[in-house]
């Protein structure tokens, strides 16, 4: 399918979204509850996939949709067109505290691989796959590292990094070693293993786990501060637990904060 070219415009600093605007015919595809607003005019569709295979028949939206599940994500995706005379904007929101990164796939050799929950949106045509990590020890330890999402094509995708965004461009021989939830995305020149971290003291009382993410270039790698696992571990631990004896504020807050969160993060412990 051919690529739409289409004009973008990042606002916001710490809690940012995406404004694409689309001329007409042209349309965008976007992961499902992301969308934060959009102008009247433009036709909104959930299809399976991602939206590049709708004329491959029932076979080829089964396989996008198969490949997005495998990935942790839905198995549907929203996509925006523009239906009307004019040029309409649809903008798509930040799920927490970053930065969205434009991401030209042409510029970048035409493929990309990335952390499964950080795209966000695309221009329609940009295919969503998954890119398996082939070593075996990525495969048992890799942790989040293990299955990436494969954005492929010409067009622009968009993808969040949470907290600082870091790009690095390796060179040949050069190796970097990442907490492995901070590796954002990387081009696929780059290769990626996992290392020990060397003692066991360190792997069983450091915080950081027994492997970290092994980046050798050459290549371009995109990094985060901060990974939506370890900002949520953070507000669990914090999180008044019930039957706890952390029962400050007001009654409703207590309600709030206990009652909700603790049901939200900790699961049903009854």
Request: overall charge negative; charged content about 20%.
């Amino acid at each position: 399918m051919a690529m739409d070219v289409v004009d973008y415009e990042i606002k916001g600093s710490e809690m940012q979204f995406v404004e694409v605007e689309l001329d007409p015919g042209e349309a965008a595809i976007g992961e499902a509850g992301s969308m934060m607003f959009m102008d009247a005019g433009i036709d909104m569709d959930t299809v399976f996939g991602d939206g590049s295979k709708q004329e491959g028949g029932i076979f080829g939206k089964l396989l996008g949709a198969g490949k997005r599940l495998i990935t942790g994500e839905s198995l549907f995706t929203t996509v925006y067109t523009n239906q009307g005379s004019g040029k309409k904007r649809v903008a798509f929101a930040a799920p927490y505290p970053g930065k969205i990164i434009p991401m030209d796939l042409q510029q970048l050799g035409g493929t990309l691989l990335c952390q499964k929950d950080s795209f966000l949106c695309a221009a329609r045509g940009v295919s969503l796959g998954i890119g398996f990590q082939q070593k075996l020890g990525v495969g048992f330890f890799g942790g989040e590292g293990f299955i990436m999402q494969k954005l492929e094509g010409d067009g622009l995708a968009f993808v969040h990094a949470g907290g600082t965004l870091v790009r690095r461009e390796l060179q040949p021989g050069q190796t970097l070693l990442v907490d492995t939830g901070c590796v954002v995305a990387y081009t696929p020149s780059v290769d990626f293993d996992i290392q020990y971290v060397g003692k066991i003291k360190t792997a069983l009382f450091g915080g950081e786990g027994i492997f970290l993410a092994r980046l050798a270039g050459p290549g371009t790698v995109w990094l985060q501060s901060l990974p939506f696992s370890r900002l949520a571990s953070r507000i669990f631990a914090a999180a008044p637990q019930r039957g706890g004896s952390r029962e400050e504020g007001s009654m409703l807050g207590g309600l709030a904060g206990g009652g909700l969160l603790g049901g939200l993060l900790g699961g049903d412990d009854e």
